[in-house]
């Protein structure tokens, strides 16, 4: 029997705000190079564009925003801008946790994290243990994180059941599988953005997006402000999400609701 949609899209477009927003943040790089400043310059400034966005969810109602950090990919680029990337990260967590804390964020790593210095390690698992118990936002962070990897690992742990015989092959079907996913305790992203100019997906959310609504923008992620925010919001209140079915069923849904 084919899925229910995953959400009836029944509120009027003004009123209608994402549950869960997940985003690409890309350009640093190239507005430190327009700027004649080294690279890392650019992802320093893009912290504040971190800042901005978690405050501008939290002030808006959005339940669950997932940023994309640092991907499985990003291993590539030069050691330097990689140690760089990593001791931004090790400091913007020392500097940052508490205020997110005090202000009822809740803190999720997602990726994998094996392969990062322990310190790095300790910090991540005390602000996901700090503010476990905060309700206004959960902030997601993918931190080497890959889509590919995060399928890959949902698909050991179902064959691992299967294996230890607490499962059997006919049970796995794609809810089974989504379970294993990391977040699928969140809504499923209603609305993503990638900055940046690019209009790629670079190994993000793959399963996870399945029935998300895609938003670019040439902005690179620096210069995203409340303004750039509130542009994508709207462009994703005018839009109907059909999940398969018919505009003609979506409207009759929304006169019945
Ligand atoms: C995104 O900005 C941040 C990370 C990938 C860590 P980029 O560093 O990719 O910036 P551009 O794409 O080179 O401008
Ligand atoms: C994607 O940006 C990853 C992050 C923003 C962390 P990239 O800039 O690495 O993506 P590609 O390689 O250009 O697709
Ligand atoms: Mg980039």
Not at 115 to 129: C, I, N, Q, S, T
Not at 130 to 140: C, E, F, P
Not at 173 to 194: H, K, T
Request: hydrophobic share 40%; net charge neutral; charged share 30%.
């Amino acid at each position: 029997m084919p899925q229910e949609p995953v959400q009836a899209a029944a509120q009027p477009a003004q009123q209608r705000l994402p549950r869960h927003v997940a985003i690409i943040m890309d350009g640093n790089g190239r507005w430190a190079n327009k700027k004649n400043l080294p690279r890392y310059m650019g992802h320093r400034e893009g912290v504040k564009a971190v800042r901005r966005v978690v405050e501008a969810c939290r002030e808006r109602g959005i339940e669950a925003l997932t940023l994309f950090a640092f991907s499985s990919e990003n291993w590539r680029r030069p050691k330097k801008e990689v140690s760089l990337l990593m001791d931004l990260f090790v400091h913007t967590l020392q500097k940052e946790v508490d205020r997110l804390d005090r202000n009822g964020v809740r803190m999720r790593f997602i990726g994998d994290r094996s392969v990062f210095d322990p310190k790095l390690r300790v910090l991540m698992d005390a602000a996901e243990k700090q503010t476990a118990h905060n309700d206004k936002l959960t902030l997601v962070i993918a931190v080497n994180y890959g889509g590919r990897w995060d399928v890959a690992e949902a698909a050991k742990r179902l064959a691992s059941r299967v294996v230890a015989g607490e499962l059997s092959l006919d049970e796995i079907d794609s809810d089974a599988l989504g379970r294993e996913l990391c977040i699928a305790d969140l809504p499923e992203p209603d609305l993503f953005i990638r900055t940046g100019g690019e209009q790629r997906v670079s190994n993000y959310l793959l399963w996870q997006l399945a029935y998300t609504e895609l938003y670019f923008t040439d902005l690179l992620w620096p210069d995203f402000n409340d303004a750039a925010f509130d542009e994508a919001l709207r462009s994703f209140a005018g839009r109907q999400r059909r999940f398969g079915q018919t505009g003609e069923q979506v409207e009759e849904q929304s006169r019945r609701a």
